[in-house]
């Protein structure tokens, strides 16, 4: 399967969904990974066109951690991510290159802006990305019809956690124990990250992902019987729903 996810920020896919996909990867699935957002408004750096680099890099330090790994940087502004006709395009036409069977990306309503445009982004451009490949003159008037569609059926979407966990009701869950450090791995590679977050918060000498991601995995391995892991929830609308289980 190809299983492409989402994130508004560079290290939000790792946060939420990252030992997950480590799993599906050593199965043999096809992964790819998005940051919406350049991630130029946090961080340490001497201007936001360097912070703007050093994101990027630690974005594609943490996916190389996956192995074989598609990244997609478009380059959005951080903090002004807008679910409009032209950004829907081009999530469209990300997810017509990678062709997922599976998409995951953050929950409805959570607590960031960039969140909440990244996931109504994807939930409208994965249909439009449909549309896109069955009628190209929605996008490209006088374009000529293709013979068939790229997609045989719409991909399958799963909202990962939200932030701290707050109001996600999990349908399933993934024991992710085995790639536990993998998973502490991919966020220690957001260093510009952990320094701005040591420096605002003065006395703190340990990584704030890390605790963070320590408790959420451990509450949700607590739910489920297992050491470590990741919760999901499905989007359930026409034509998502698939009968068998798809997460590892």
Same mark, same amino acid.
């Given at each position: 399967m190809n299983i492409l996810a989402f994130g508004a920020h560079d290290d939000d896919w790792d946060e939420y969904c990252g030992g997950?996909?480590?799993? @599906?990867?050593?199965? /043999?699935?096809?992964? /790819? &990974? &998005?940051?919406?957002?350049? /991630?130029?408004?946090?961080g340490a750096a001497r201007s936001r066109e360097e912070l703007g680099q050093i994101r990027k890099q630690e974005f594609e330090s943490a996916a190389a951690l996956l192995g074989e790994c598609k990244t997609y940087w478009p380059g959005s502004a951080d903090g002004r991510l807008e679910n409009n006709f032209e950004t829907r395009k081009m999530v469209a036409g990300m997810?017509? %290159?990678?062709?997922? *069977?599976?998409?995951?990306? $953050?929950?409805? +309503? *959570? !607590?960031?802006? %960039?969140?909440?445009?990244?996931?109504?982004? &994807?939930? +409208?451009?994965?249909?439009?990305? !449909?549309?896109?490949?069955?009628?190209?003159?929605?996008? $490209?008037p006088g374009a000529t019809l293709p013979k068939k569609p790229h997609?045989?059926?719409?991909?399958?979407? @799963?909202?990962?956690?939200?932030? +701290?966990?707050? /109001?996600?009701?999990?349908?399933? !869950?993934? +024991?992710?124990?085995? &790639?536990?450090?993998?998973?502490?791995?991919?966020?220690?590679?957001?260093?510009?990250?952990?320094e701005a977050e040591l420096e605002e918060q003065a006395g703190q000498d340990e990584n704030p992902f890390l605790t963070t991601i320590e408790i959420i995995g451990r509450y949700r391995g607590l739910q489920c019987g297992v050491k470590y892991a990741e919760a999901f929830k499905l989007y359930r609308v026409a034509g998502r729903v698939n009968p068998a289980r798809l997460l590892p």
């Open positions: 997950t996909l480590k799993l @599906y990867a050593q199965a /043999g699935h096809s992964i /790819g &990974v &998005v940051s919406m957002t350049n /991630g130029c408004n946090h997810i017509n %290159d990678f062709q997922p *069977d599976i998409i995951f990306t $953050h929950p409805p +309503d *959570d !607590y960031h802006p %960039d969140h909440n445009a990244t996931t109504q982004l &994807v939930l +409208d451009a994965s249909q439009s990305a !449909y549309i896109l490949a069955v009628g190209p003159k929605l996008y $490209h997609f045989s059926r719409y991909p399958v979407i @799963y909202f990962y956690d939200s932030e +701290d966990g707050h /109001g996600f009701l999990p349908d399933e !869950y993934v +024991d992710i124990t085995p &790639v536990w450090q993998t998973k502490q791995q991919m966020l220690n590679s957001h260093r510009s990250q952990i």
